[in-house]
């Protein structure tokens, strides 16, 4: 089956834009993370998205928001781009929100903020 | 709160000698632990992971890791390292509830022809 796709896999943006990344988990995949992944912070926990709701949310300003739609596909908005947000952001799916169980993660999109 | 720590940053071994990642934790509760690897421009595969069932895990392509709760920690192994094996790979404690999961900074591993 498919796997975790996310869209664009690049972009570049300048400081003060904002930009919108999507998500689409798994088939059957009702939960939907977002990691920002840097070379000095490695991954952090941005936010988790389940049956349209946020269930968790990580330790990021609210420039940085998402949201989940009735096909489980999410979507992470970033406002006010800054140079120290450029990253690859990372989104994983799982079945459910059982803590034990596996995350499959998408190949990322790269944001570079110039 | 929950933690991880990766003791080395960066490992490098010789193809068909042992490797070993070394990952420690700390948590408040009993967590589950995780391994991931992720190769060059590719997303993360789950490696294997500990559920409070057997201390000795093993996963995919050779890999173990040993869950040592006196010591807190959660080692990544294999006997022989391969050259496909070269990657980054994280060590990932689950919080307390839902998906949300700490990961460690991560530890590059090279191996050598």
């Known amino acids: 089956k498919a796997g975790v796709t996310q869209t664009p896999r690049y972009l570049i943006k300048t400081r003060g834009q904002q930009v919108t990344l999507s998500c689409s988990p798994i088939s059957g995949h009702r939960s939907v993370s977002w990691y920002q992944q840097t070379p000095g912070q490695g991954l952090q926990f941005l936010f988790e998205y389940f049956s349209e709701t946020q269930r968790n949310k990580g330790n990021f300003p609210g420039r940085f928001s998402g949201r989940q739609f009735s096909n489980s596909r999410s979507e992470m908005n970033v406002s006010t781009l800054e140079l120290g947000d450029s990253a690859l952001y990372l989104c994983a799916s799982s079945r459910d929100r059982k803590n034990t169980g596996e995350l499959f993660f998408g190949e990322g999109s790269r944001l570079t903020v110039l | 709160a929950q933690s991880v720590t990766q003791l080395d940053s960066h490992v490098s071994v010789s193809e068909g000698t042992p490797v070993l990642l070394r990952c420690n934790y700390s948590s408040s509760y009993s967590p589950s632990l995780f391994w991931y690897v992720q190769h060059p421009n590719k997303g993360l595969q789950l490696l294997l992971k500990y559920t409070s069932a057997a201390t000795l895990v093993k996963g995919i392509n050779g890999f173990e890791a040993e869950f040592k709760k006196s010591e807190t920690s959660f080692h990544l192994t294999k006997p022989s390292a391969h050259m496909s094996d070269a990657a980054e790979y994280f060590c990932?404690?689950?919080?307390?509830?839902?998906?949300?999961?700490?990961f460690g900074t991560g530890t590059s591993l090279t191996v050598i022809p």
């Open positions: 990932v404690v689950s919080g307390d509830t839902g998906n949300q999961f700490y």
